[in-house]
């Protein structure tokens, strides 16, 4: 079975699935754009980098022809690839996986594959509690329940995500759960205990320190200052107590000032590149993600549990449900609530989650579930494409 992807540019987080992918169908992968060092300061992480890991290895790919005026991922035209129906329609594929719906490219692919006859699967991570106006909310409430039945299957990443696709009332069974993961056994070989304490002595970092771990872009929507100020509240009780920032972006500085002003011993080590992260969670007692809904889920929490690390993360958070919510692997607290955050943290330092528990919840959102969802999904497509006919 020959199956066509369609993505914006290799994303760190879905080259391993698409390496699993291959070794059980033959697979080939169309990216739409080149990213570059700039691409990348662009996306909020304040530095340019490329990053240090093989992103093209394992699978065969090609990088369409991107024509557009201005080439980018932050705006919807930035990525324009009309090759990709020569590309379909010449492939002899089964059917066409489009990772998402937000650039036009992946519409162009979707009109593409219609024209020739192959079956379309999308997969996201759109979900109702993402920020949006009225009139946006309106405008969806009347085209997506038709606009989204041009997909022949649809994969949601977690509970928010499945909840989307019936909000606008698509077929269930046509809904394939195909979670959001990461590569749990790299991340796990490489979050050793030598690792993180190495870190932490190079930074000054006392082995009895309780260090809260914030990764990811500093950003206003991910409410990094959050932290801080729970970190505030927490001085008297829990001696020794560190914040630690693995990430870079627009807040850096006033992290630092904000930190000073309240008493907090914060360290940030700036833009850690992927091979750099595992050390970062070795090092830390929790990971703490405090975003609005703009965060339509945070991998960062994944890649915490594959390191056996708690998580706090808020009920903005895309990934709360699924994840935390169970209390299992952490704590879930209401996004913005200073207090709360505090609590959750304490009761987490107090009451650390059994490694086991940690392990299954990361193990329920696993490379195998996420590419078992995918093959299931492009399975049932060409079945019904051969009926139909």
């Known amino acids: 079975m020959r ?10 987080y ?3 699935i698409f390496r699993l992918l291959a070794e059980q169908l033959d697979l080939k992968v169309f990216f739409a754009h080149r990213a570059s060092e700039t691409d990348q300061a662009k996306a909020g992480f304040g530095v340019g980098f490329e990053w240090d890991i093989d992103l093209l290895a394992g699978y ?62 999308v997969r996201g991570d759109s979900h109702l509690e993402t920020p ?27 509970q928010r995500s499945r909840r989307y696709w019936e909000h606008y009332g698509y077929p269930k069974n046509q809904l394939f759960f195909s979670p959001h993961c990461v590569d749990n056994e790299w991340f796990s070989e490489r979050a050793t205990e030598v ?76 833009f850690c590149n992927q091979t750099e ?4 969670y070795a090092a830390a007692d929790i990971l703490v993600l405090p975003s609005q809904g703009e965060e339509t889920w945070g991998l960062v929490a994944n890649e915490a549990l594959a390191c056996g690390l708690p998580i706090v993360v808020s009920d903005a958070c895309g990934c709360a449900p699924d994840l935390a919510a169970d209390a299992c692997a952490g704590r879930v607290f209401t996004m913005g609530d200073v207090v709360e955050l505090a609590n959750a ?27 078992k969802g995918i093959v299931d999904a492009v399975e049932f497509v060409t079945l019904s494409e051969v009926v139909s006919r």
């Open 3 to 12: 199956l066509a992807i369609l993505a914006s540019h290799p994303i760190q």
């Open 14 to 16: 879905q080259i391993p």
């Open 60 to 121: 065969e790919y090609e990088f369409l022809d991107n024509i557009a005026r201005h080439p980018g991922l932050d705006h919807f035209r930035g990525c324009d690839t009309p090759s990709i129906s020569e590309k379909l329609a010449n492939g002899n594929y089964a059917a066409l996986l489009v990772m998402g719906w937000h650039l036009k490219c992946f519409l162009q692919g979707v009109w593409a594959a219609k024209r020739s006859g192959v079956p379309v699967v």
């Open 132 to 158: 949006r106006g009225l009139v946006k909310r309106v405008a969806k409430m009347v085209l997506y329940p038709i606009a989204l039945r041009f997909f022949n299957a649809a994969l949601y990443v977690g």
């Open 195 to 270: 690792t993180g304490l190495s870190l932490r002595a190079k930074y000054g970092i006392s082995q009895n320190a309780s260090v809260l771990l914030f990764a990811g872009k500093l950003v206003p929507f991910k409410r990094p200052l959050d932290l801080v100020s729970a970190a505030e509240l927490l001085t008297e009780t829990i001696p020794n107590l560190t914040v630690l920032i693995a990430g870079s972006g627009v807040l850096s500085q006033k992290m630092t000032d904000t930190a000073a002003e309240k008493g907090v011993h914060l360290v940030q080590l700036g």
């Open 277 to 280: 992260m595992p050390a970062a």
């Open 345 to 371: 943290i304490a009761e987490l330092l107090t009451n650390t989650p059994d490694a086991k528990a940690l392990l299954g919840k990361a193990m329920d959102y696993s490379l195998a579930n996420a590419v």
